[in-house]
């Protein structure tokens, strides 16, 4: 069993006594606190304790939480919820890393993951099945793709798939499962689709604040060289 934090806010212009309902993942999440008073301004911290069974088969299980005006009913907002469930025995590692330049794409784009396997096990060569898939977070898949691989000790490699027109916006993730006769194991990591304008928005700023970094360290080495030149005359 293991747990983790959710942070609240309110961020609106009157008090609140909110009330917070877990959906899809309710057999599984706990939250320490599920009614809470935030004055305006205020957050507060949760526990969300994680309850697996040992039995549960491996996979990436997806749910909302579910935040509500409790004098009014009114929807105010949902955090999402990815519960990674790992076999009990680690025969292989799976790391997942959607690239930086995929965490927001646009509909009709690629999405690159970095993909790390590590062989735990025996160490000689294993031929395992492959199956990789962009999910949305209520599991509708809208692209995958199938092989198969040898691994000794460990693998990288990129993986490229496709988010179609027809996508939402919203929330994603890029799923990956690996299998080997019996023994699954499986690995994921998010990323969000948004209108081109605001993923190009997105993209601008990485590279602008790379250039930035670049720009600073060129004006240091400059600095010290021009130290280093005085100091000789």
């Not at 970095?114 to 962009?134: H, P, R, W």
């Not at 027809?166 to 929330?171: E, H, Q, S, V």
């Given at each position: 069993d293991k747990s983790f934090l959710l942070k609240i806010k309110n961020?609106?212009?009157k008090d609140l006594i909110m009330l917070l309902k877990i959906e899809g993942l309710s057999e599984y999440l706990r939250l320490n606190e599920d009614i809470i008073d935030l004055k305006v301004g205020k957050s507060k911290t949760l526990t969300i304790n994680a309850e697996v069974p040992k039995n549960l088969t491996p996979e990436v299980?997806?749910?909302?939480?579910l935040i509500y005006d409790k004098d009014t009913n009114e929807f105010l907002g949902s955090a999402y919820v990815i519960l990674t469930v790992k076999p009990i025995i680690n025969l292989f590692s799976t790391n997942v890393q959607v690239q930086k330049s995929s965490l927001v794409s646009n509909r009709n784009s690629k999405v690159t993951a970095?993909?790390?396997?590590?062989?735990?096990?025996?160490?000689?060569?294993?031929?395992?099945?492959?199956?990789?898939?962009?999910r949305d977070l209520d599991g509708n898949v809208y692209d995958s793709q199938e092989d198969s691989i040898k691994i000794k000790d460990s693998a990288s490699f990129a993986k490229e798939l496709f988010i179609p027109d027809?996508?939402?916006?919203?929330?994603y993730v890029f799923f990956v499962r690996l299998?080997?006769?019996d023994y699954t194991t499986v690995g994921s990591n998010a990323f969000e689709v948004k209108r081109r304008f605001e993923a190009l928005l997105h993209l601008l700023y990485i590279n602008l604040f790379l250039i930035i970094i670049f720009l600073i360290i060129i004006a240091i080495i400059a600095g010290i060289l021009k130290y280093l030149s005085t100091r000789r005359k």
């Open positions: 961020i609106g212009k299980y997806t749910g909302k939480i970095a993909i790390t396997i590590k062989n735990l096990g025996t160490q000689t060569d294993e031929e395992v099945s492959m199956y990789y898939a962009i027809t996508a939402p916006l919203g929330n299998t080997r006769d």
